[in-house]
Each structure stands twice: as structure tokens, then as C-alpha cells.
């Protein structure tokens, strides 16, 4: 981390969690605040641990959507792409985010701490392909909330645009919501990282530095799982609920015909599904606390918010498909009152066969 960036932290009082080397922002001391400022204002998440990674050649689209699930072909320059890489068994290994900055030219964007593990994966792919694979020295600001188109052009990136510049340099700032909470991925040279953050803090009275635990908090709201807290590499794409991530008539691509089976002539025995649970039957709840229709349980939650409106929380659970087709109530004890309403998430667009 540059010192100016290491000071910006410290001049916000800024709780920092070691990624991999690189410093991820858990928090800058107001919890709520910073989940009102993502929902309401504009949140700046400084997202150094997620390294990006540049893939760029002639051949740089085909290698790429062979072994992504989804279609790049349809991704024009400037803009992002949620994808996965999965193993020839169907499984999720790494979530992605893909921004083609030019016609040849990627930016695979890792999540934190997994950048040399995808690194890794897209190199032992990598053959006789005509590309260059490697790092890029750019740095990663998340804008999350409604006021953050409003604050790039405050700064003076054209309504609409999604590539300018910034202190003399490039500036990428895709769109990547998060259901229906915006989101621009900021893209620029690290070095320029520290003034963008400080001049988007000076765009609005409502602009504040979230950490990362907002950030869940406010994901969660919005009905989007997230890799390593919702799903991993046990789970298929169509477990994990994130049918928005996968194109099913691309064609050909690492776990493909896995994925195509189930979506067109099976079905998951299991599914992430939202869940609300009244505030006087979450206390003492987590990650992992199991959820029961009658006397069985039939999943276990996987995200659990901090916040409580309305009297509830809110939740992601890992469900079997069989005993939640009817949409029932279920329990947070054996035989318990059945208070847990289910709903849908955001990323899950069902699974319509042809």
C-alpha cells in the first residue's frame, strides 16, 4: 500500500484486514452510517486486495470464453461482466468480474486474495494462444449507491461514459450493480487512487469511506450472494443461485456440459435462497445455523445481516429445493414457531428450460 493511500486510512481511522499482503478496509468506525451511505448516498470502497489481472491479443476473447461461463462476445469495451471459472466437473472455483477496456484487451478482476490462484488457472490454460497474460498496475475503487454516476461526471467523465480520465491518467468505471443497489468499478493507475478517493469524498455531504463489512451488510439487502461467504468450490453455479453469471448458448467452455444438463434436463437438489427472520428469533443466529420445516432441517444460513428493519433481519440459507417448492414458513428450531419467510434473490433468474 502506497503512504498516501496508508495515510488516507488512517485520517478516516480505518480498520485494515491483511489480504494476501494487500490491505482490505473492514470499517471506518460508524457501521450504520457507512450502510446508509452505499444505500443512500455514495459508499467508496477502496478494494486494493482485489488484484486485476490483464489478458490482452488476437486470441485474448476465444481463450477467455473458453473457459468462462459467460459470453464475452456480447461484453462491449468499457463495460463489465460477472463470470465464474468452474472445473470440469461444473464447480465453482473463483468468481470473476471482466471489463474489456479495449477490442483485444481484458481486465480480469480477482476477488480479494484470490489473484494468483486465477493467475494460476488462466496460465496452465494458456498453450499456444496469441495473448499476453500478466498484472496490471491498476487499483480498484468501488462506488456504491445511487449518487456515484453523479460523482464521475462531477469529476469530469462524460454522462453515459464509462472510460475518461483522471489526474492525467485513464479512468475505467464500468457499471456492476448489485441487484438494484448501483455500483461503478473505478479502474485507475494505483498511484492516482488516493486523490479520485478524495475528491469523490468532496462530491456530496452524502459521500463517506465504507469498509468492506457495509459493503456485505448492504449486498445482503440487496439479495446478491457473494463468493466465500454464500458459495465456494462446492457448489455448482445453479446451487449458488447465479444463473446471471452463465450464458447457456455460447458454446463450449470448461464445465459447460455439466451446467447445460442441469439447466435443461435436471434441477439443483439444493439452492441458495433468501430468508427474513423476525428479530426475536435471530438472536444467537450465523453463518451455519440450520433452518427447519416441522421436525427437519432443511438447510442452514449462509449470510446473516447485522441490521434489523422492520423488526427483521435479513438472511441468505442454503435450502434443499424439494421441501422449499411451496414457498413454506420455516423455524429456527425443531418444531419451533414458523416465522422465516422466503424470498428470491436478485441473481437468481430461475430456470426456465427451453
Known sequence: MSDSLQALHE???????????????????????EVTAIEEGLGVLVMEASELLLVRGAEAEAFLNGLTTNDLKTLSTGAAQNNLLCGIKGKLLHHLLIVRSKAEEFLVIAEPGEGAAVASHLERYHIREELQLGTVGLLRVDLLGPLGAAALEGLGLAPGATQGEFAGGPLLAPSSPLGELPRRLAL???????????????????????????????????????????????????????????????????????????????????????????????????AGSELYLEQRAVGALTSLSRLVREGQRRGIAMLRCADIQERPLLAVTAGGPTRVALWTLSSDLGVARA
Open 188 to 286: 485507475l493507475p494505483a498511484g492516482n487512487a488516493p486523490a479520485l478517493v478524495e475528491a469523490l469524498l468532496e462530491t456530496s455531504p452524502q459521500a463517506r469511506l465504507v469498509g468492506f463489512e457495509a459493503f456485505d451488510e448492504a449486498r445482503l439487502w440487496a439479495g446478491m450472494p457473494r463468493a466465500g461467504a454464500d458459495y465456494g468450490p462446492d457448489h455448482l453455479p445453479a446451487e449458488a443461485a447465479i444463473y446471471d453469471h452463465i450464458s447457456f448458448d455460447k458454446g463450449c467452455y470448461v464445465g459447460q456440459e455439466i451446467h447445460a444438463r442441469m439447466h435443461y434436463r435436471g434441477h439443483a437438489n439444493r439452492k441458495l435462497t433468501g430468508v427474513t427472520i423476525p428479530e426475536q428469533d435471530a438472536a444467537g443466529l450465523a
Open 11 to 33: 485520517a478516516h481511522q480505518a480498520v485494515l484486514s491483511d489480504i494476501a499482503g494487500k490491505a482490505l478496509p473492514l470499517g471506518y468506525g460508524d457501521f450504520e452510517g
